[in-house]
Each structure stands twice: as structure tokens, then as C-alpha cells.
């Protein structure tokens, strides 16, 4: 006999004289969606605690009161060494990015209440061969299902609106299944249809497909999602190639998973040539700009011309490094640790400076000026001598840095410092610009080279003289100003 038949006794109120106790092994009968009204929900519920209460007090009870609590016990030792397993293997990765590490997270969280319900399912089968009651293991049984259900959902979704939606429908499913009116919802969600492409198509269906939609689309994102981290791992393929087959296994079983809905509801796949129509109108007018940044994410990825970890600068003004290239758009970190979504289509309508394309180095040019005056011989030697203390500086033969006098101005000799940068330079032009000014304004101060700074004087030209008075602080008397 499946577990799935079993009865629970405590629940089967009587209207009449007591009937005879059904065997273990007797399928009761579910209440037809009818019977479950809302102005007797009280009643039913008074009816079923006192039942339970009248079987709580017997022996069977607390035989299977027992059998939880060393199915508690049993489970936690048990599942002692997986969780500890798991929860390494976890650590040994970024939990905050790697997808492996969070679903080992989810697995340790599961493990103790798995466990439990194994046990309490095979007690189950053991009492019932014996033909002993079951149903304070069932019930116990289906609020660690529930609990399961919740505590994967709680490690897995982020978002506090579904987290919290997903888990009042299991606490719900559980005591429906419970009370024995899962049966009934079933029957009358069954009963009640719609519809839909000239079909007929229950209400029960429409929510199975929804179920099995989300289910499908959380595996294809989560499939995705663990196939970009382990592709981001070889070394042998590069990052932007491994997102860009991320990308696509997830647009796959997304794919696939929508399919799976539609099948599900009896709709056939004929009816979606009215729909691919209607996305075609739609690229063409208000999905243009989403299309073409998916055709240049594409190209951006199969070009190369960027690639995870480069250096760049937009036209736009935005600076830093790629961190992310999807298929929508490109995640640009800047030096202040500010996350910037560019959409792919200004990397190829715009011009991009990539830094970092070829080779890692880079030549700087830093201006200063000095007083007219100065030796220019005393400038280089100083400027020089001064650029070795800065850590930046990449001075290897055939790139040695250098001064250059660039220009004469108006009231001082312009000057640059050119010089080759290291790697980790880069990466960082406004940390590395202002070192080297930090060396270039002590170097000119300690060897008593004169910054010039413009300088202004004012003429008043007058046809009278102006008037002037001299006050002392004691006097206060008024005195007329001398001309």
C-alpha cells in the first residue's frame, strides 16, 4: 500500500454512533470540495484538535513521539560530518560570488531535517506494517518537508517578497495535507477552468505550469550560473568567452523552461508563430535598443577588442576596469569602487581607449612649470633624482624617464615628466599622478626652484585725487579728509 493512503484517525469526525475503528491499511475517503465551507472551517478544526487530543493521550503516541525524538537525535549526529564537509568545501571558495559555494551552503542547511524526514518515512512504513496509527509521524513528517522547503528558499532567494510568498505556501501545503483537505483543494482547483487558445484548461494545471516554469527557469539560471563560475576557473579559456557561454546556457534553459510551461498547459507550439510575429514588430519599435546591445555584446565578446580585467576609458568619461561582459551590458568597476552598467552598444558606436589591450605599461606625462630664471639643467637633474622615490616608475633600459621643456609661457618655462609606469600604475592614473607631483613640488622646494603664479596690478587712473583720511583709535572727533 503507497504512504500517500495512509489515514489519520484523529481527523474523522462522526455525526452518528462511533463506528468501528478503520484498520491501518483502510484508504479513507477525501471530502468532496462541497463539504468544505467556510462557515464550518471553526467547527472542523474544534472537531480534529479534539480528536487529536483524545489520541495524543494514548500509547501509540508515545511510541511515536519516541520515534521522533530519536529521529531527531539519529539525524543530527548523522548529518554531523556532511554538514561539516560541505560547509569547507564552501569556505574554500568566494562564498559571495561562486554559485558551488552557495549551493553547498544550501545543502549543509538541509541536511538535519532530510535525515529526519528518511527516518520518520520509514517508521512510517514499519508502524504501518505492523498496523500501528501513523499520524503524529506523518504530521511530523510533512512539517520538515515544509521546513526543507523553507530553509532552501531562505538561502537561496534573495528577495524578501518571493522568499516570504514561497514559504507561506509550503507552511500552507503542509497543514492542508495535514488537516486532509489537500485532496479537496486539489479536486475543486481541478474543477475550475479557463479558457485559453480555444482550450479548456483548469485552474490546478495553470499553477502546476507556473510551478514548473519558476522551477525550470531557477535550475536554467542556476545551471547557467554554475557553468559561468566553472568556466571563469580554466585557465585555458578566456573570461569573456566563458561569460559569453554563461550567457547562453542560461538563455537556453530559460528557453526550455518557458517551453515546458507552454507544453504543460496544452497549448501548441503553432500558437507561438503569432507571438514570434509579434516579437519581430517589436524588435523593429521598442525592443531596438535591447537587440542591438545583445548584437554588440556578441560582437564585443567574439572580437575581443575587450576583455575581462582591462583598463579603459569611454568617451563618456567613464573609467575602469571590465569586470563583467554580459550579454546586455558590460560592468565597469571604477577606482572609487563604483559599479557602472555601460550598455554594449557605446562600446561600438563611441571611442573606447583600452589601456590594457596589448601590453600593461604606459608612458605618463606629468606638466609642472617653473620661474623664468632657473637653469633648465638643475630642473632635470632634480626632477629625476626625485621620480626614483615613486614606486611606480618603470625604469628599464630604452625607457628611462625623462624631462622634457615643452613651451614657453607667459611667465614660466613649461616642463613635462615622461615617464614609463609599472602594471599595477595602470590601473590607478589619479593616485600615480598625484605621487609624482608630491616628488616634483618637494624636489623644486628643496632645491630652491621658484613656482610662478600669475600675478596682477591694478592702475587707477583718476582726473581728481582721491580723497584719503588717517583715523587713530583715539580720535573720534570728525576730521575733514586732506586733499
Known sequence: MALTTLPFRFLQIQDSAPAPTPSPDAT?????????EPEDLMVRLREAFAAFTNELMSWSSVWQLSVIVVAVLLGFAISRYPVKKLRAMAEARDANHDILSRLYLSLA???WPAIIVLILWMSIALFTINQLPVNGLRVAASLMNAWIVVRLVATNVKAGFWSSAISVIAWTIAALYILR???PVVNSLRETSFPIAGQE???LKILTSIIIAVIALWIGRFAGDAAQSRLKTAKTLNPSIAG???QILKVGFMTIAILIAIQTLGIPLTALAVFTGALGVGIGFGLQAIFSNFISGIIILFEKSIKVGDFIELQSGVTGSVREINIRSTLVTTNDNVDILVPNEEFIKSQVINWTHRETLRRMKIPFGVAYGTKKELVRDCILEA???????WDRPGREPQVWLVGFGDSSLNFELVVWITEDAVARPSKVIADYNWE???ALEANGIEIPFPQRDLHIRSSEPL?????????KSDTKPEE
Open 201 to 203: 484548461v483548469s485552474v
Open 387 to 393: 621620480v626614483k622615490n615613486v614606486k611606480w616608475t
Open 467 to 475: 580723497p584719503v583720511r588717517i583715523e587713530t583709535p583715539n580720535d
Open 244 to 246: 559569453l557561454l554563461g
Open 440 to 442: 616634483i613640488l618637494g
Open 28 to 36: 479513507p475517503t477525501p471530502l468532496p470540495p462541497s463539504q468544505i
Open 181 to 183: 483537505w489537500l485532496d
Open 109 to 111: 542547511s538541509v541536511v
